[in-house]
């Protein structure tokens, strides 16, 4: 793993410990289903297939989806205080937000 994606890692325990981090499938999915904010949204390189489809079918044209490719759950899980996670977003609006996508760019991480 890059230092660059040990910086998003630790900017997403970051925006956890503030409350702006949504993790997990369920809380995620009911964000974007019913909010009219923008959102990012990362998935773990090992998500499952169900995951990635629900994400395809409720996201708008607004959010952006990230793939990553060497974050699997448990590490991204890890990073904000769980025992694995497979999906988190961030609303665009937050600052975090846009840190996150450019340091998991620098990375490599990051496939749109």
Do not use: H
């Amino acid at each position: 793993m890059t230092s660059t994606n040990s910086s998003a890692l630790f900017s997403l325990g970051l925006a956890r410990k503030s409350g702006v981090l949504i993790a997990g499938q369920d809380r995620v999915f009911a964000c974007l289903k019913g909010n009219k904010l923008d959102f990012v949204v990362l998935m773990a390189s090992d998500r499952s297939d169900a995951v990635a489809s629900t994400v395809g079918r409720v996201v708008s044209s607004r959010d952006r989806v990230i793939q990553m490719v060497d974050i699997d759950r448990y590490l991204l899980g890890r990073s904000i205080g769980l025992n694995r996670c497979q999906i988190v977003a961030l609303p665009l609006k937050e600052g975090l937000a846009e840190a996150v996508v450019r340091q998991l760019s620098e990375g490599g991480e990051a496939v749109e």
